[in-house]
Every structure is written in structure tokens, then in C-alpha cells.
């Protein structure tokens, strides 16, 4: 690690690592800290990423780390623990204790998935307990799935998941009293619906099987579909200043995140965030886009503040000359040459 880089990019995900890929084929100095836990680390693969679908989601971490330090950015394990502004920018601690300099910080720390508290749902979250019907909706196509409502969207979430298999119930569990709308919504559709609490999801030999209801009924199923709160991994950005915004979707809250201008830069001068830390719904392939974006728009913004120190620069150089000349015209004068 050098002293001081141009950026210092925390996080290296898709968003991070496509920032990077953007800020060092600008040639600029660029340094990613990553902890090395991307969201999607459970799954076995990457979907609805043209160009490398069904890729795993660590393989998709390297190639885009060869990527970053093959055109000369720098990559290190770590975890950043602190970020304060100095007078020409920003000092970044990691957590073995040593510290860095950067001009401008690009954080994409991602977000964390806050889980229902149901027996087995954190264990086997990524594997056959899902909440994302574009990630996983193609794998779990025809399978007997479980949707375990928690909130005001989930006939919207059930009947995404209808898209994909006939066999769909929707275990009512938190979710608000159905309206005699819905109801015939998903009567039309084939949809079931399961009254009460749920206590855990069922596993048998490593596989899930069912959903165990408060009652001690089990349901059989074979996916079960969750609601996470989506929380913007942000304590850096807040320490910096910035806040969380409330993620609303029909009324109904799902997360935060830290709110930006769109190529990302935030309310703190200096201060980029790209991919889930503002945006709970980006995918891995916006994330990437959301990253390479604002890694342009910082490199945009270096290249003001290089030409603006450069003019500062050849202007004092300019008077200084200018200065020496009159000197020497004056000498001269006072001379009779
Ligand atoms: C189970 C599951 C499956 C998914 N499957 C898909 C899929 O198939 N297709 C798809 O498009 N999307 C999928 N997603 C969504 C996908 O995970 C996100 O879109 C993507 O990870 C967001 O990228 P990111 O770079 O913003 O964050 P992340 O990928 O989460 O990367 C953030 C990185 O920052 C690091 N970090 C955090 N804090 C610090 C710190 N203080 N210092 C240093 N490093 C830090 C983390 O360890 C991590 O490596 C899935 C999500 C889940 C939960």
C-alpha cells in the first residue's frame, strides 16, 4: 500500500470493483479494501448477468480483480474501520491499524440482509430459502415454493413467484389480514393460503422439505421465499456525515440506504457510494453499472481539480516571471543602460 492514493474504493464487490476498473484505466491511483463477504456469497451462482450468467459468485470476484490490478489498481483484504475528512481529503484506517490517504472515496459497502427470525431461514438462506425471484426464480421453476408473508407486499411477492411453479402457497405469518380482493387474486391463480404463525423451515439430509407451522403442522415445500429488511451497510458514510434514507415501497418500508445524485456522489464532497449501499434493489449487473459510473464521475472530478491547481500553478509561475523582468528593466533604467 502506497501512502496516499487518488481513491481509496471500500468494498470490493461489483460496485467497487467496476469503479476501480473505471478509476485505473483513467490512470489514476486507486486502492479497493475489501472484507471479502459480497451479499451473494451463499449462492452457487450469478444470474441475469449478460455476458457471464450463471457464473459463481467469487469467480465473478476474481475475474474482476484480475481486471482492477491488471491495468495497475491495487486490491487489499481488510476491513476499513474508520473514515475521516483531512484537509486535502480523506484518511482511511483498516482494521490491522494501518492507515491511508486517499483524494476521494468511492464506498460501496453493501447492504445487510436482516432475516426473519425463523429457525433454519439463516442457515439455509441463498440455498432454498430465497428472496429474489430474478436471482433464483429460474432454479426454483416447478418446485413446490412457500412464500412466508412479513409484510404489505407479499400477495405482490407470491404472485411474482406464481410466475414460476403452479404450486404456491402463501403462509400468511406476519403479513396483514388479506382484503376479499386479494383473496379472489390468489383463488384465480391457484395460490393457497396458510393462516397462523410459522415456527421453522423443515430440513431433512441437507435439503429443505417443509415449512412447520406454530401449530406443529408441517406443510410440505421444497423452496421457501423470505422479505428481508435491506439495511445499507453505512456506518462509515453516517461517521462522514451523510444519513439513511427509508427504501418505501407501496407504503411500506424495506430498507435504507444512503441517497446520491445519479453518477453517486453524495451530500459530502469527495464522498461516492455505488451498488447496494444505495440502491437495496440493484442487482449484481447495476451495481457493477452504478460503480463504473461513479468511478468516471470522480475521475471527472480529479481532472477539475488537477486543472484548476495546474492554472494556480502556471499563473504564480507567469507573475513570478513577469516580476523578475520588471526587476531587471528597473536595474537597468537606474543604470543609464
Ligand atoms: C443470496 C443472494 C443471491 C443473490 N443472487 C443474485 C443473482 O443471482 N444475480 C444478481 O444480479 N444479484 C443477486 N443478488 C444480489 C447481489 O448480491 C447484489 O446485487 C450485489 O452483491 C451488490 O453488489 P455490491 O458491490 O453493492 O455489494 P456486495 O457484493 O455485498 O459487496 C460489498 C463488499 O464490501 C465489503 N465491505 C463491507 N464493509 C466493508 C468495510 N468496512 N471495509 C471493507 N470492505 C467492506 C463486503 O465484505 C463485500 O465484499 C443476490 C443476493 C443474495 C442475498
Same mark, same amino acid.
Given at each position: ?20 476498473? &473505471? ?6 491511483? +486507486? ?36 481486471? #482492477?490490478?491488471? $491495468? ?27 492507515? #491511508? ?26 440455498? *432454498? ?22 409484510? @404489505? ?13 403452479? *404450486? #404456491? ?41 417443509? #415449512? ?7 406443510? @410440505?415445500?421444497?423452496?421457501?421465499? +423470505? ?29 435504507? $440506504? ?10 459530502? @464532497? ?6 447496494? +449501499? ?9 451495481? &457493477? ?26 499563473? &504564480? ?21
Amino acid at each position: 500500500m502506497n501512502e496516499k492514493y487518488d481513491v481509496v474504493v471500500v468494498g470490493g464487490g461489483a460496485a467497487g470493483l467496476a469503479g476501480a476498473l &473505471a478509476l485505473a484505466r483513467a490512470r489514476r491511483s +486507486v486502492l479497493v479494501v475489501d472484507a471479502g463477504h459480497p451479499r451473494n456469497a451463499p449462492a452457487g451462482h450469478v444470474h441475469n448477468y449478460l455476458g457471464r450468467e450463471s457464473t459463481p459468485p467469487a469467480e465473478l470476484v476474481a475475474i474482476g480483480r484480475d481486471e #482492477v490490478t491488471g $491495468y495497475g489498481g491495487e486490491v487489499v483484504a481488510g476491513t476499513v474501520t474508520a473514515a475521516a475528512r483531512t484537509e486535502d481529503g480523506f484518511e482511511v484506517t483498516l482494521d490491522d491499524g494501518r492507515s #491511508v490517504r486517499a483524494r476521494r472515496l468511492l464506498v460501496t459497502t453493501g447492504l445487510v440482509d436482516e432475516l426473519p427470525d425463523i429457525d433454519g431461514v439463516a442457515e439455509r438462506f441463498g440455498r *432454498d430459502v430465497l428472496h429474489c425471484p430474478y436471482c433464483h426464480g429460474w432454479e426454483a421453476r416447478d418446485q413446490a415454493i412457500g412464500v412466508i408473508g412479513s409484510n @404489505p407486499l407479499a400477495v405482490h411477492a407470491v404472485l411474482l413467484w406464481r410466475q414460476l411453479s403452479a *404450486d #404456491v402457497t402463501l403462509f400468511r405469518h406476519q403479513a396483514p389480514e388479506l382484503t376479499d380482493e386479494q383473496r379472489e387474486e390468489l383463488a384465480a391463480r391457484g395460490i393457497r393460503v396458510v393462516e397462523g404463525e410459522v415456527a421453522a423451515v423443515e430440513v431433512t439430509d441437507d435439503r429443505l422439505t417443509g #415449512v412447520r407451522m406454530a401449530s406443529g403442522e408441517v406443510v @410440505p415445500r421444497e423452496v421457501v421465499v +423470505v422479505a428481508p429488511r435491506f439495511t445499507a451497510r453505512a456506518g462509515l458514510l453516517t461517521a462522514l456525515g451523510l444519513e439513511v434514507t427509508e427504501q418505501v415501497v407501496q407504503g411500506h418500508v424495506i430498507g435504507t $440506504y444512503v441517497a446520491a445524485d445519479p453518477t453517486g456522489a453524495t451530500a459530502v @464532497p469527495g464522498v461516492w457510494v455505488a451498488g447496494n +449501499v444505495a440502491n437495496v434493489t440493484a442487482q449484481v449487473i447495476v451495481s &457493477a453499472s452504478g460503480g463504473m459510473t461513479a468511478g468516471a464521475a470522480i475521475n471527472a472530478d480529479l481532472v477539475a481539480e488537477d486543472t484548476r491547481q495546474a492554472v494556480a500553478a502556471h499563473r &504564480a509561475g507567469v507573475f513570478a516571471r513577469e516580476g523578475e523582468v520588471g526587476e531587471l528593466v528597473g536595474g537597468a533604467r537606474r543604470h543609464g543602460i
